[in-house]
């Protein structure tokens, strides 16, 4: 099982980015996929998730309006659009991927925004 996430990097506030996030080894159109962050002295939060299909959505109070979590399962793939980036949104992002049934999860390796002038 495989979770890499790439698209990370330094970006001024008000800049957009998007996050990647390559599944590989396990049945990625079953799992719901989420978006995580971390911050330095924080403990991990989730950003948001989205359901195995696509079909539904959840944020994070601090990023709705902002960010937009999608997937393609065709290329088991999950993405994290982030536009009016602050500097509060700085930090490590993961991705994970949850199986309901069996509350088995994966976890990526994690790519770091900074959010900076």
């Known amino acids: 099982v495989q979770l890499v996430e790439s698209g990370g990097g330094l970006v001024q506030p008000g800049g957009s980015l998007r996050l990647s996030c390559a599944a590989s080894?396990?049945?990625?159109?079953?799992?719901?996929m989420r978006w995580y962050r971390q911050a330095p002295g924080k403990e991990r939060e989730l950003v948001a998730d989205i359901t195995s299909t696509g079909g539904r959505t959840n944020y994070a109070d601090s990023v709705k309006g902002r960010f937009t979590v999608s997937r393609d399962n065709a290329k088991n793939t999950v993405y994290l659009q982030m536009s009016s980036l602050k500097p509060e949104d700085t930090a490590v992002y993961y991705c994970?991927?949850?199986?309901?049934?069996?509350?088995?999860?994966?976890w990526g390796q994690g790519t770091q925004v900074t959010v900076s002038s």
């Open positions: 080894g396990f049945t990625f159109s079953t799992y719901v």
């Open positions: 994970y991927a949850y199986f309901s049934r069996t509350l088995v999860g994966y």
